[in-house]
């Protein structure tokens, strides 16, 4: 095995099989099939066959995926059209009706979405834990839970889940373990290595890296794979050419971008927390983070997320100042999503306020006076200017 960069670079180059050092687009739907019937059968009923017909696979959707389990050490991994794509498909290919899955308060608000408003129509049961607390996923269990799923750290407040406990808990009980690993990215985190069965992405977000595309993966055993790829045919969400060529190109540089953003969100996170305006800076390679010492355990770097809280004497006016802070800054672009080049910041609570009800606001930590930040790799000094002169006279707004 090479090392992780090398790999990034060079891994699943055998699917390329023209002369281009570049692995070509290959915008096409349908391919050139052996003549010989028999061959023709066995190439339509192989798995993830990558020159067949575009829903059943493509050449470097193969080479993307390769890349990618590598990366989560998974046997295998499956690309799709988005990460809800990915996260959908993946958690359809373990339950049916009757089953139970134990989740989070704080999820990606459409995952939630599927838990809530999907699987339970269709008749699987839903208990929902704190994720600060170990023995609630534990308590949550039943004797028809088929999956414990986790996302850490998790959307937008940056809370963590245990990732040793889950996968000890699961191996234990033989209950399938799954994680959203979008925050992290896998040059911070391989949930794996705690014993964690699925990992899930979404690919829109580090793995690509540049904002200019959407997709999603799922990564595990190869056998588990394979029957994804078959929910994958029929719900039939798959990964356009042009979408994973970009994603390819996208990837060679993950480890560089992740370790540059790493390292402007922890100098942007510091020196954040010095600013008596901000009432709280949520950055795990903080050590005031409530779960420091777990970040420590099972991050290698700190993601470039920071969520923060503007102060105020009530929430309407840290509302008001969080508002001031999103118009007054210049290269923190006001946008959803994550994990691009670009530093990018939400207002959270207007974000999923149409989504969340009253309740699951307040399960997720979400307050009027949040920004949840997606640091770059601009320069640290203008990114800390940036701040600078967006927070000065904050502390007189009203
Ligand atoms: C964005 C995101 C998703 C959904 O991914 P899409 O590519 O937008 O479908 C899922 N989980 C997390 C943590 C995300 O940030």
Redesign the pocket.
Same mark, same amino acid.
């Given at each position: 095995m090479v090392k992780l960069e090398t790999s990034l670079i060079h891994e699943g180059k055998q699917f390329n099989d023209s002369k281009a050092v570049v692995t070509p687009i290959f915008q096409t739907s349908t391919y050139l099939a052996d003549t010989d019937l028999a061959a023709y059968i066995s190439a339509a009923t192989a798995t993830k066959h990558p020159t067949f017909y575009h829903r059943h696979g493509n050449p470097t959707n193969s080479q993307v995926a390769e890349i990618i389990a590598g990366l989560e050490k998974t046997e295998d991994a499956l690309l799709l059209a988005?990460?809800?794509?990915?996260?959908s498909t993946a958690i359809l290919a373990i339950v049916q009706a009757g089953d139970h899955i134990v989740a989070q308060h704080a999820?990606?608000s459409?995952?939630t979405l599927f838990f809530k408003e999907f699987l339970v129509e269709y008749g699987i049961e839903l208990t929902q834990v704190d994720q600060k607390d170990n023995e609630a996923f534990e308590r949550a269990l039943q004797p028809n839970t088929k999956l414990i799923y986790v996302?850490t750290p998790?959307?937008p407040n940056l809370d963590l889940t245990d990732l040793a406990f889950i996968g000890q808990l699961g191996k234990r009980l033989g209950i399938t373990t799954m994680a959203?690993n979008?925050?992290a990215s896998p040059i911070n985190q391989t949930p794996h290595d705690f014993g964690i069965d699925v990992i899930?992405? @979404?690919?829109?977000?580090y793995l690509g890296g540049h904002s200019d595309l959407?997709?999603?993966v799922v990564c595990g055993t190869a056998a588990y794979i394979e029957k994804v790829w078959r929910r994958s045919l029929v719900l039939g969400a798959s990964l356009s050419p042009f979408d994973s060529w970009l994603l390819l190109r996208g990837i060679k540089t993950l480890a560089l971008r992740v370790r540059q953003i790493n390292e402007n969100a922890l100098q942007l996170a510091r020196w954040l927390d010095t600013k008596e305006v901000l009432r709280n800076v949520a950055y795990i390679g903080l050590p005031t983070h409530k779960q420091y010492q777990l970040a420590k355990q099972q991050l290698r770097g700190f993601t470039g997320m920071i969520c923060l809280e503007l102060a105020g004497d009530n929430e309407d006016q840290a509302y008001r100042r969080a508002q001031a802070v999103l118009s007054k800054l210049q290269i923190f672009i006001n946008a959803a @999503?994550?994990?691009g080049v670009e530093s990018l910041i939400v207002h959270p609570a207007s974000m999923w306020g149409t989504h969340h009800d009253a309740d699951q606001k307040k399960n997720s930590g979400i307050t009027k006076g949040m920004l949840r930040i997606s640091v770059g790799i601009e320069h640290i000094d203008d990114l800390i200017a940036d701040f600078e002169q967006a927070l000065s006279g904050i502390a007189s707004v009203e």
């Open positions: 988005t990460g809800m794509a990915a996260i999820h990606y459409g995952t996302e998790s959307n959203d979008t925050f899930v992405h @979404s690919a829109t977000k959407t997709a999603g @999503s994550l994990g």
